[in-house]
């Protein structure tokens, strides 16, 4: 019985680690840091509020959802949701707009963490 006790205890006790360092990763984010575009999960980014393509090609934009793979990103504004999720606002580090269109781009960061739609 005692080893069954240990064992859950050891269980829980590194469960509760790994929780721990998601929290942290996203906690340390704040205004000025850099972080990357990583590869969507599907053809369109889901945690990334990009606009859609008819309303890039409207803007006489180039709707190529890949061009933003790998972009290098400043964070311009950090906001703690009622949730209790993240949400930041990020432009491309070279100054340039997003598709000749948009410059400032949301992204909801614990979700695009947990996609790999960006990485720290």
């Not at 889901?46 to 008819?54: E, G, Q």
């Not at 090609?57 to 990103?73: F, M, P, Q, T, W």
């Not at 009622?82 to 606002?89: A, F, N, Q, V």
Request: no cysteine.
């Amino acid at each position: 019985m005692k080893k069954y006790v240990l064992a859950s205890f050891i269980v829980l006790g590194s469960l509760s680690i790994n929780a721990q360092d998601d929290v942290n990763a996203s906690a340390t984010l704040k205004v000025g840091d850099v972080i990357e575009i990583g590869n969507p999960s599907t053809s369109k980014y889901k945690h990334i509020k990009f606009p859609r393509a008819n309303f890039i090609i409207k803007r006489n934009g180039v709707a190529d959802y890949k061009s933003a793979l790998g972009e290098e990103v400043v964070v311009t504004e950090v906001e703690t949701l009622k949730e209790g999720d993240t949400r930041i606002s990020v432009k491309r580090k070279d100054g340039r707009r997003f598709f000749n269109t948009v410059s400032n781009v949301s992204i909801s960061l614990e979700k695009a963490i947990e996609a790999n739609e960006i990485k720290i």
